[in-house]
Each structure stands twice: as C-alpha cells, then as structure tokens.
C-alpha cells in the first residue's frame, strides 16, 4: 500500500502529511499564520512565503516523526504546484523537489484544486464518479462536474470575485477581524439575515455563472450608510451569499447527468449556512450531500498526499522541471468567461 509525503504551501498555511491510498492519514501537520497577516486584514505574499521557507522543514520532520516512518519509507513526494501565490507555490515544490531527487522517490506535483476536488474521497470511502463539486474557497468559485481523475468539466466560475473572497472583505469592512470567512460566520449568528436588503448577482440568470463583486459593493454602502449593526449586516450578507451559491448549484445539477452526488470542497466548504442549504439542496433532488470534514475543507497537505496517491497508482508522476504556477485551471479547455480571465 503506498505511502505519500504531501506538501502544500500556496497560501498561508504550511503543511506536510502523510497518507496512504487506503485513506489512512498517518501524520498531519499545519503551520497557520493568522498573527502574521491579521494587522494587514488579508495575506501578504511575502509574509506568507518567508513563513513558509521557516517552518516547513519542521513541519516535515514531524510529520515523519509523528508518522514513525523515514523518507525512505515514503513512495512518492506530493507537492502543490499551483495555483496560489507563486512565492509560497515555490517554496513547497522546491521542497518537493529537494526531496524527491535526495531519496530517488518520484515527484507528483499536485494542482491545488484537484487537492480539493478529490478531498472527499479520503474521508468518504464510497463517493464514486462523476458528481458535481462546488469548489469555494477564497480565491475560487466553480462548478465542476468530477468524471475522473484529472477529468474535470467547468460547469461554471465566477466572473469577478470568489465568494471567500467576498466573505473575507466583508469581515474587513465591518472590522470583524482575520481570516474573515470564520469571523463573518460568527457575526452572523448574533444577527437577522433579513435586516439589511442585499442583492443576489446573477441569482435566476441564463448565465450558469457567479457574481460576488456587486454584493461586496452593497455591504460597503449598507456599512457606511449607518442604519445597520454589524451583526445584521453579517447575516444579510452570508444569506445572500448562500442563496447565490445554491441557486447557481441547482442550475448546474441540469447540467451534470448521471451524478452520483453533490459534493462541497474548499475553505467556504466549513461554513455550516453552506452546508445546511446545499444539504437541502441535494436532498430534494434525490441525491447524497457529501462535504468533507472541517478540517479537509481548509488547505491542508492530507489532501495533497491523497491526490499524490491517486495519480502514483494511476502511474501519473512529473519531473523534476515541473513549473511552479499562479494560474493552473483545472479545465484548460473551457470557454473563457467574461471578466473571469486567466482565473477561470
């Protein structure tokens, strides 16, 4: 049974785990960097790079350590190669890299969204393809349709902003704190989601995309307009997000013949609104809900290895030249989108 090293580093956290492809997480280990970044109110790329050239040697060792294995025992190292932010993409897969060439293990560079797209699978041993993934998270917001490993159809994206981008400025602008999307969560719930009228971008539209830019622009004006608490704002905000993403989700199920499931993956993944709605969702048309545990939802390296265990079986390894990307489509064949460019 083959044991992977995964490694990931394309935002702000830093992580190394190993796992097994029989979904035995041996080892775990992250590194946040909330303090570093909270006095800015979002990530600096070169705060969040330095970081992780510091701990990320640590966290391997522990995770080694942890896991009662050396890198002799390992099979293959897996390591984020993108999309992210290319200096903390670097760090990582260089690391990887180091790694794979000291121990003569085969390298598998690991697009970060397929991280996610695939993260259900560890913890739900009997989620088959295709289904339908909604992947959210801070800088992404697409439907895909998942047919197999590496075949992924783009149902949708966002043609501005990512909802956890939004979720994320919105903590900003009502000085709820970093990282934003947990401080929006627990506004909320000490708020009235109907107080504050708040749009719906493309909610009900042909168009099978998201929009999260307006709404942003909406919470600045019902902010600055003084008639609202934080806390309703908060409320009205995440309902109006929810109601976005279940009513795009519910557009693209058309579109997704022979599901076997809707899946949720990614940081906004952790919202239990989300999940509460997306859960109704799925149950009313006829199909299992499946959403990884809250800790898989966030980056993490677990679901790195995962995928790295996936593609080592499907005999899918990379060299040593494999580029660092900020940009990695998981669909490099769909439609470009307007206003979405190279992020679709």
């Not at 990530?43 to 969040?48: H, L, N, Q, S």
């Not at 294995?69 to 200096?87: N, Y």
């Not at 919470?219 to 976005?244: E, H, K, M, P, W």
């Not at 899918?316 to 989108?337: I, N, Y």
Request: proline share 6%; hydrophobic share 50%; charged share 20%.
């Amino acid at each position: 049974m083959s044991l992977i090293l995964g490694i990931e580093s394309s935002c702000d956290e830093t992580a190394a785990a190993l796992v097994t492809r029989d979904r035995r997480v041996l080892a775990h280990r992250l590194a946040t960097q909330e303090a570093a970044h909270r006095p800015f109110g979002g990530v600096v790329p070169e705060i969040a790079a330095r970081a992780h050239v510091e701990i990320l040697p640590t966290l391997i060792e522990e995770a080694l350590a942890e896991a009662n294995v050396s890198l002799s025992d390992v099979d293959a190292i897996a390591a984020t190669a993108g999309p992210g932010l290319v200096g903390g993409v670097m760090v990582g897969l260089v690391t990887g890299k180091g790694l794979a060439l000291a121990s003569g293990k085969p390298l598998i560079a690991i697009n970060h969204l397929e991280g996610h797209a695939l993260s259900p699978m560890l913890s739900q041993p009997d989620l088959a393809f295709p289904y339908l993934l909604l992947l959210v998270s801070g800088g992404h917001c697409q439907l895909l349709f998942v047919e197999g490993l590496g075949r992924y159809r783009r149902l949708a994206t966002t043609i501005d902003d990512a909802a956890g981008e939004a979720f994320d400025k919105t903590a900003k602008l009502l000085g709820l704190g970093f990282p934003g999307g947990p401080a929006v969560e627990r506004a909320a719930a000490e708020g009235d989601k109907s107080a504050v009228p708040l749009p719906r971008p493309l909610v009900g539209s042909a168009e099978p995309h998201f929009s999260f830019a307006g709404l942003k622009s909406a919470v600045l004006r019902a902010r600055d307009s003084g008639r609202y608490g934080a806390n309703d704002i908060a409320a009205s905000f995440q309902q109006a997000a929810v109601d976005c993403l279940v009513d795009r989700t519910r557009r693209a199920l058309g579109d997704a013949p022979g599901a076997t499931a809707l899946v949720v993956a990614g940081g906004v993944a952790a919202n239990k609104a989300v999940r509460a709605a997306l859960t109704e969702l799925a149950v009313g048309h006829g199909l299992p809900f499946v959403a990884p545990p809250l800790w898989l939802c966030t980056d993490n390296a677990a679901m790195i290895a995962w995928a790295g265990a996936l593609r080592l079986e499907a005999g899918v390894t990379d060299g040593l030249d494999a580029p660092a990307r900020a940009r990695w489509p998981l669909d490099p064949d769909a439609e470009r989108v307007r206003g979405a460019g190279v992020k679709a």
